[in-house]
């Protein structure tokens, strides 16, 4: 259970480089980036437990996060919520929602591309309801009043969102270092690598699906309640839309699913692309994002087991 | 003078267009081309260039850039020794995250002030973000009035918010409808099921019945939609005197289309910020499902000369003449206006120069700017209506370029 | 208005009519599906490409969209075989994920191309039959939606036909079943599944000649139809055609009715509503677990 010197070495560093990181970048453009690169890495790490380590792959992803989202504004602004408060029943419904999803799609023993379209429909309900739904803003999306202040969760020096993405994403990496190391996590790999063989030997594979992406919907709502506090706005496309779904498995399978890291180097790496593509070719709209395509594809083609793949080639 | 369908550039129209430059500069005796090389003036725009609304961030662009290569042409502004306005566009792609980023980036690369917008979400959280950094902000056509309402410092508005249009509208409304005889009592609403067609349909529903209008139905529809038979069949079933549509243009085109091809028997159309029916394309391309279509919208006073100029430049340009073009082009000659008065690129002064303008020089039926805690107060829609070939406003009646043809004429 | 059986009958026959669109689509994503096993996420741009196709032909060349159909499937057929032989093959390895990234990245690459070289207006064309109607006794139905109904039952047959009684057929459902056995006797996988792909590229191709006279084309077009299409080949059981076609004829007819009840916002959720039924009762779909 002891981290190797290497490996201990390599956290020290990072944890360096992330603390210090608002010390040196001074501009609110480059610290608004690299909170949204944490963000995206937070979603991903959330999608890269239930994906990367227990092979159920997920395209409704957007569920989760947009239940974290809608549930702490509604709370806030309906129901005259603590902004923290919110975000704690927030969590727990996603976790909820995961839980359902899970016991109604595992139940039926839905694997593969199958169980990835049924959370896709699930998402698509949820925007469907949404975007009807007084409560929840119906078309309007909801709104939550500017009010700094800790005690809001919300600051006007965005350093402050910087850290507190940051604390989330180590929690949450935590989380997941422990899972891999726990009984639970060699459970989950179990299940991911050869479903039958692990039901063979005894582990209840439903019950260890369920708890997966219980705890994964809890992070991916976590992610919600940053985006909803951070911009101060979420709307039926934002939450639930497919873009976010995408958002979540991209930076984990370009960084490396089932990977601790691979999420965090993948919305890394997914930024850097984006920003270099938008400042080689942004004036033309859609060159960049034509680049930022093809150099996807030419990532997939060189390192088909993500930019961790590097690393563990070395090995 | 009804504003024409521009059509395909003929060939003098370029030559009298670089003709017009050269004058332009020959009577400005090109004092700015001898001094050193003037600096510039960024204006950040935040405009939706990829993604859903890719058409309208390329429409917003556009306006804006003929204002600026206008105002360029004839010297910059003058105050800063002729500086020259560089537009650095920010493509929101659609999402408000991206839009957030781009402010901060533009905000960060010096520009003295930001344009832009176009879909309430967007122009929500871009504002809030470029408040954030003390960058004044002009909305271009988002229409939730959170935008100002919220109070943010330096965000602004030029063009009307939903209570302005809406209540505009119904005044029109009634006022055509009283002037026929009052043939219309019943009204269905068709909008889209986002921020600007749900809020439009809200208002609408709750107003009309004060103004002696039955409201039968109001249908949402998701943008996109793939299929309007439905919604024509209902609207034949209900047989409304009105329908009220509010939504984006490829829905819109397709709901007139369908309106049309069900023959639903109608008395008129009218829509509130319609998307399609102030759209030169959808009128040729359509023009039998556009017939007599009213548009409550956001839309240029064609009485004025500087309008006049603006539509043939348009033309030269071969860029269709939509609201966000409109509305882009004025709000940027009004911040053009706001620097030169300011006489500085300070951010705040900027600011201060917008919030006390009096700008008149503009080609929107507003009279001159005043804002109120960001609004323009003297904002207002115009009533138009597709008569044949052309766009007729038709309301406010001192802007009028023709007469409501209202109900349509039974062939 | 709902006690009304004209009405009721003309909103079942519309919901059919859009409904073949759906099937349409679905039916070359089913094939995809049901041959590699992959979830094809460049499909709705692979229709938004071929409705330019079909746009261009038109407005450049006066050729007729049921008429481009002869040069456009044909056409698409062999993009679609090399894209999957030479681009999406080589790249995922053959790994689901993968094969997901890399998909999602071609989808990317064709929007952005279209947004670049075609900008981001809406195009429609103006065919003289679109305003033609067919009085079918409850409600008259413009031609070209008949004309699509028509072609997705017909199209159904064709692809029912060249599965069970052609070598290729037999071949394409071997692949299917087991890769390997395929392989053993002599059947070159990789060319199986980038026929297979070319076809389901060939069927968009079709769903966009019929789809434009009604509709229109921008560099998102795809995605109105993209989410339904998923939904229609889960429904009908992942890979079958006859659960694709009927699946798309039965989503629209549902989409119909929820748009009816429940409005066109709301409605959207009734197709939803019976995809998570299904996936209740009836998890493989309505012919799940057969390959052809």
């Known amino acids: 259970m002891r981290l190797r010197s290497g490996q201990a070495g390599a956290l020290f560093v990072l944890a360096a480089f992330f603390l210090l990181l608002p010390q040196f970048v001074t501009s609110s453009y480059w610290l608004g980036l690299w909170t949204l690169t944490l963000f995206y890495a937070l979603l991903g790490q959330s999608w890269n437990l239930l994906g990367g380590y227990g092979g159920q792959v997920s395209f409704g992803h957007a569920v989760f996060f947009g239940t974290g989202a809608y549930v702490s504004a509604v709370l806030q602004v309906k129901f005259g919520f603590n902004a923290w408060a919110g975000a704690a029943v927030a969590v727990a419904a996603g976790g909820l929602v995961g839980a359902f999803l899970g016991a109604v799609s595992f139940r039926y023993g839905l694997r593969g591309s199958y169980f990835a379209l049924v959370t896709l429909a699930f998402a698509e309900v949820f925007r469907v309801l949404v975007n009807s739904w007084e409560l929840t803003g119906s078309g309007f999306g909801m709104l939550i009043p500017l009010r700094p202040g800790a005690a809001h969760l919300q600051f006007t020096d965005r350093t402050w969102f910087y850290y507190l993405i940051l604390a989330l994403l180590a929690a949450a990496c935590a989380l997941v270092w422990w899972i891999e190391r726990s009984r639970f996590g060699a459970y989950l790999v179990a299940v991911r690598e050869n479903e039958d063989a692990a039901q063979a030997l005894g582990i209840d594979c439903f019950r260890v699906k369920v708890v997966a992406i219980t705890l994964s919907g809890a992070l991916a709502s976590v992610a919600g309640v940053f985006y909803v506090q951070y911009f101060l706005f979420v709307d039926s496309h934002i939450g639930y839309g497919p873009a976010m779904s995408v958002n979540a498995l991209l930076a984990p399978l370009i960084g490396g699913a089932g990977t601790l890291f691979g999420p965090l180097i993948g919305a890394v790496a997914l930024g850097a692309l984006s920003e270099l593509t938008t400042l080689a070719l942004g004036k033309t709209p859609g060159v960049n994002l034509l680049a930022f395509g093809v150099l996807l594809l030419v990532i997939l083609r060189f390192l088909p087991n993500g930019l961790m793949g590097l690393f563990r080639g070395r090995a | 003078m009804a504003?024409?369908?521009?059509?395909?550039?003929?060939?003098?129209?370029?030559?009298?267009?670089?003709?017009?430059?050269?004058?332009?500069?020959?009577?400005?005796?090109?004092?700015?081309?001898?001094?050193?090389?003037?600096?510039?003036?960024?204006?950040?725009?935040?405009?939706?260039?990829?993604?859903?609304?890719?058409?309208?961030?390329?429409?917003?662009?556009?306006?804006?850039?003929?204002?600026?290569?206008?105002?360029?042409?004839?010297?910059?502004?003058?105050?800063?020794?002729?500086?020259?306005?560089?537009?650095?566009?920010?493509?929101?792609?659609?999402?408000?995250?991206?839009?957030?980023?781009?402010?901060?980036?533009?905000?960060?690369?010096?520009?003295?002030?930001?344009?832009?917008?176009?879909?309430?979400?967007?122009?929500?959280?871009?504002?809030?973000?470029?408040?954030?950094?003390?960058?004044?902000?002009?909305?271009?056509?988002?229409?939730?009035?959170?935008?100002?309402?919220?109070?943010?410092?330096?965000?602004?508005?030029?063009?009307?918010?939903?209570?302005?249009?809406?209540?505009?509208?119904?005044?029109?409304?009634?006022?055509?409808?009283?002037?026929?005889?009052?043939?219309?009592?019943?009204?269905?609403?068709?909008?889209?099921?986002?921020?600007?067609?749900?809020?439009?349909?809200?208002?609408?529903?709750?107003?009309?019945?004060?103004?002696?209008?039955?409201?039968?139905?109001?249908?949402?529809?998701?943008?996109?939609?793939?299929?309007?038979?439905?919604?024509?069949?209902?609207?034949?079933?209900?047989?409304?005197?009105?329908?009220?549509?509010?939504?984006?243009?490829?829905?819109?085109?397709?709901?007139?289309?369908?309106?049309?091809?069900?023959?639903?028997?109608?008395?008129?159309?009218?829509?509130?910020?319609?998307?399609?029916?102030?759209?030169?394309?959808?009128?040729?391309?359509?023009?039998?499902?556009?017939?007599?279509?009213?548009?409550?919208?956001?839309?240029?006073?064609?009485?004025?000369?500087?309008?006049?100029?603006?539509?043939?430049?348009?033309?030269?340009?071969?860029?269709?003449?939509?609201?966000?073009?409109?509305?882009?082009?004025?709000?940027?000659?009004?911040?053009?206006?706001?620097?030169?008065?300011?006489?500085?690129?300070?951010?705040?002064?900027?600011?201060?120069?917008?919030?006390?303008?009096?700008?008149?020089?503009?080609?929107?039926?507003?009279?001159?700017?005043?804002?109120?805690?960001?609004?323009?107060?003297?904002?207002?829609?115009?009533?138009?209506?597709?008569?044949?070939?052309?766009?007729?406003?038709?309301?406010?009646?001192?802007?009028?370029?023709?007469?409501?043809?209202?109900?349509?004429?039974?062939? | 208005m709902l006690a009304d059986p004209v009405f009721l009958l003309a909103v079942a026959f519309n919901g059919l009519t859009v409904g073949a669109i759906y099937a349409l689509v679905a039916l070359g994503l089913a094939l995809i599906y049901g041959v590699l096993h992959i979830i094809n996420f460049a499909h709705g741009s692979l229709l938004m490409l071929a409705l330019y196709a079909a746009f261009f032909l038109f407005t450049l060349g006066g050729v007729d969209p049921y008429v481009a159909v002869l040069a456009l499937a044909p056409g698409f057929f062999v993009f679609g075989y090399l894209l999957q032989r030479f681009v999406i093959a080589p790249i995922s390895f053959g790994r689901d994920t993968n094969v997901l990234l890399v998909t999602l990245g071609l989808s990317i690459i064709f929007d952005n191309l279209a947004l670049y070289l075609w900008t981001s207006t809406t195009r429609t064309i103006n065919v003289p039959y679109a305003q033609t109607y067919v009085d079918i006794g409850v409600t008259a139905v413009a031609l070209p939606r008949l004309v699509a109904l028509g072609a997705a039952l017909l199209v159904g047959v064709a692809f029912w036909l060249l599965m069970t009684r052609t070598d290729l057929g037999k071949a394409i459902r071997a692949v299917a079943r087991e890769r390997q056995g395929a392989r053993i006797v002599g059947i070159s996988v990789e060319h199986i599944f980038a026929v297979s792909f070319g076809l389901g590229t060939a069927v968009v191709a079709l769903a966009a000649c019929l789809l434009l006279p009604t509709f229109y084309v921008t560099p998102t077009v795809g995605y109105a139809f993209v989410l339904i299409a998923f939904t229609t080949v889960v429904l009908g059981g992942m890979g079958s055609f006859i659960g694709a076609l009927l699946g798309g004829l039965l989503l629209g007819v549902v989409e119909a009715f929820s748009g009816v009840l429940l409005g066109e916002s709301l409605g959207q959720i009734g197709i939803f509503l019976i995809f998570i039924l299904v996936l209740l009762f009836r998890p493989t779909g309505f012919f799940g677990q057969r390959v052809a």
């Not at chain 2, 919208?297 to 003449?321: G, T």
């Open chain 2, 3 to 411: 504003v024409r369908a521009p059509r395909r550039i003929a060939r003098t129209s370029r030559r009298n267009f670089i003709a017009a430059g050269a004058a332009a500069a020959a009577a400005l005796g090109m004092p700015a081309l001898l001094r050193a090389q003037p600096k510039t003036v960024k204006i950040g725009l935040i405009h939706p260039m990829t993604g859903m609304f890719a058409y309208n961030g390329a429409q917003a662009f556009a306006g804006a850039k003929l204002a600026a290569d206008e105002i360029n042409e004839r010297g910059g502004i003058r105050s800063l020794g002729g500086a020259k306005i560089e537009l650095v566009v920010g493509d929101s792609q659609s999402k408000p995250e991206a839009a957030v980023a781009e402010v901060d980036k533009l905000s960060e690369a010096g520009v003295a002030c930001f344009l832009g917008g176009y879909a309430s979400g967007i122009g929500l959280t871009a504002s809030q973000a470029a408040a954030r950094q003390g960058v004044p902000f002009m909305s271009d056509t988002p229409v939730s009035d959170q935008i100002t309402g919220r109070g943010l410092p330096g965000v602004f508005r030029f063009g009307p918010g939903f209570a302005t249009i809406t209540t505009a509208a119904l005044d029109a409304l009634v006022a055509i409808n009283d002037a026929a005889g009052k043939p219309a009592k019943t009204v269905i609403l068709v909008h889209e099921d986002g921020a600007f067609g749900s809020g439009m349909a809200k208002f609408l529903a709750a107003e009309l019945p004060k103004r002696g209008f039955q409201v039968l139905d109001s249908i949402a529809h998701p943008t996109p939609t793939r299929d309007f038979t439905n919604i024509g069949l209902r609207l034949r079933a209900a047989r409304p005197d009105i329908v009220m549509p509010s939504s984006y243009l490829n829905e819109y085109t397709l709901l007139a289309r369908s309106i049309h091809q069900h023959r639903v028997p109608v008395k008129g159309i009218f829509s509130v910020i319609g998307g399609g029916a102030s759209n030169f394309k959808f009128i040729r391309e359509y023009n039998a499902a556009a017939q007599y279509i009213m548009d409550c919208n956001h839309w240029i006073d064609p009485n004025k000369p500087r309008s006049k100029r603006f539509v043939k430049a348009l033309e030269e340009r071969k860029v269709d003449l939509t609201y966000e073009v409109m509305l882009n082009y004025a709000c940027m000659l009004l911040i053009a206006d706001a620097i030169e008065r300011a006489g500085s690129t300070d951010r705040a002064k900027i600011s201060a120069a917008i919030a006390s303008s009096t700008f008149e020089d503009h080609i929107m039926p507003y009279g001159p700017t005043k804002f109120v805690g960001g609004q323009n107060q003297g904002a207002q829609p115009a009533t138009t209506q597709v008569q044949k070939m052309d766009i007729e406003v038709i309301w406010p009646q001192q802007f009028a370029t023709a007469k409501a043809i209202f109900p349509i004429p039974q062939a």
